[in-house]
């Protein structure tokens, strides 16, 4: 099937990273497209500002209108996972025999188009993925690129290129949840972790290296399989594949790392090119983990070592990725994504890394009830590496809460003295009556509601 053969597209939770990314590439094309999502945001802004109309309320009639002006076969229905089975509008499409595909295998299908490089792993992905893409970009290569993120040296998450090109390569971040990512057709790919996560849809560790084993698997002939040592050793893999790492004795790896700056500048072996005194503008030591194997993708596609290596010092991340928001001498606010206790332990450890004689406040927002409880005593181990911890309620996204699980669960189980649980409000008003030296705000929930005021705070004081 070819998706660019619809008239109309419609989605179903059309404000999502992913989902939005889809939305703008029909967009590009001339077609129509609509959306409902729960909630507006400044994504969803976007979308409507680009002509993509969006709605928040499950309306029916509204549906039925936009679906009259088509033939049912004009139509192609988008959903994402986190929409309920129960939403009227999703009965009302099934019931009525439209074509509904998920987001994961509309993706699927673009990615038999192209030349496809899909970047797999429980962490890392994304910003590796949007590294990946800029170095393609800087070296003047024609791709699309689906990110998982807004990249802030292109404040967007979807690059688009020339679809009649048949060289043109497509970067695309290889979702692992609802095995999403076995939907994919890639030239390229690399795995950055296999930590288990989404033990709601896996069920334990084995079922998650399983996934990850079966999208090994799904290379072209003759493709490129690029994995990070560890995960080499966890993984049952057979087939020829790079071997990388961050400092370890592999194919592609760092050597000679040091701070200058507040700044990691480090050396790059390769089995193609070295790279010598490399810095990369986005901090944090796993980001240079993250970009040797960004590395390892960009020779194995002919690029040169000093196109790559502008491009690492010139890469400005991903909102949401180890993000500074204000740097001042007074205080440094931080922003992450993270939401995994091994995220956690990544970002922390740079911070304490970069700032060691600064005391560290993090603020935290679980995000679902069943990872908070599969992964209790990990999440407080990470937690107390802080000097001082603040945690949210937790984000239940597309769960319900379960019993005896919550913050003050979580908090117990921390080892730390330096703690609490806050409401957002409170958490403004603990920052604005008693000063930080550092701030890290971290989660995938709506923890992002409070950058701007936090911002706001620091700015003033």
């Keep these: ?17 992913g989902m939005s990314a889809l939305a703008r590439f029909f967009n590009h ?26 709605h928040f309320n499950e309306d029916l009639t509204g549906l039925k209108t936009f679906l009259s002006e088509y033939k049912k076969e004009e139509v192609l229905i988008v959903i994402t996972p986190a929409v309920s089975k129960d939403h009227t509008e999703y009965l009302f499409l099934v019931d009525s025999g439209y074509e509904i595909l998920k987001r994961s295998q509309v993706l699927g299908e673009i990615s038999r188009q192209f030349k496809t490089i ?5 962490h890392g992905k994304t910003t590796t993925a949007t590294l990946v893409t800029h170095l393609l970009k800087s070296a003047g290569y024609n791709c699309f690129s689906f990110m998982g993120g807004i990249s802030n040296n292109y404040h967007t998450n979807l690059l688009l290129g020339d679809i009649e090109d048949k060289n043109t390569f497509m970067v695309v971040e290889a979702d692992e949840y609802d095995r999403s990512f076995l939907t994919l057709h890639p030239h390229i790919a690399l795995i950055t972790s296999s930590d288990a996560d989404h033990l709601d849809i896996y069920g334990d560790a084995n079922q998650v290296r399983e996934g990850y084993e079966l999208f090994s698997k799904l ?14 050793n966890d993984l049952r893999l057979t087939d020829k594949r790079i071997i990388y790492s961050l400092n370890l004795d592999t194919e592609y790896c760092a050597h000679a790392i040091r701070i200058e700056d507040a700044q990691f500048i480090y050396d790059i072996k390769s089995p193609v090119e070295s790279i010598h005194n490399v810095t990369l503008g986005l901090p944090g030591l796993h980001n240079v983990e993250n970009s040797i194997a ?14 790559i290596k502008e491009a690492l010092r010139s890469f400005n991340g991903v909102k949401r990725r180890f993000d500074y928001r204000v740097k001042n001498n007074k205080v440094i606010y931080i922003d992450d994504y993270a939401h995994h206790p ?38 407080a181990k990470s937690l107390d590496m802080l000097d001082e911890c603040i945690l949210l309620d937790i984000y239940p996204a597309r769960e319900k809460p379960i019993e005896g699980i919550t913050a003050q669960w ?20 603990e920052i604005e009556k008693h000063p930080k030296e550092l701030i890290i ?11 701007e005021p936090i911002e706001k705070i620091l700015k003033a004081n």
């Design 1 to 17: 099937m070819n998706v660019l053969n619809y008239k109309a597209y419609y989605f179903l939770g059309v404000g999502g990273i």
């Design 441 to 451: 705000t971290m989660g995938a929930g709506d923890i992002d509601s409070l950058i």
């Design 29 to 54: 094309y001339k077609k129509t497209v609509k959306g409902y999502d729960k909630t507006p945001t400044k994504l969803t802004s976007l979308l409507e500002e680009e002509g993509i109309a969006c």
């Design 294 to 307: 960004a590395v390892a993708i960009a020779q194995q596609l002919g690029i040169k070592g000093d196109v």
């Design 342 to 379: 091994e995220e956690l332990r990544a970002t922390i450890d740079s911070v304490k890394k970069l700032y060691p004689e600064k005391k560290i406040t993090g603020v935290f927002q679980p995000h679902l009830f069943s990872r908070t409880r599969d992964f209790g005593e990990a999440f």
């Design 118 to 122: 899909a970047i797999a792993g429980t």
């Design 219 to 232: 290379l072209i002939k003759n493709g490129i399989l690029i994995v990070k040592k560890n995960v080499d």
């Design 410 to 429: 979580l908090l117990d189980k921390m080892k730390m003295t330096d703690k609490k649980v806050l409401s957002k409000a409170a958490v403004l008003e």
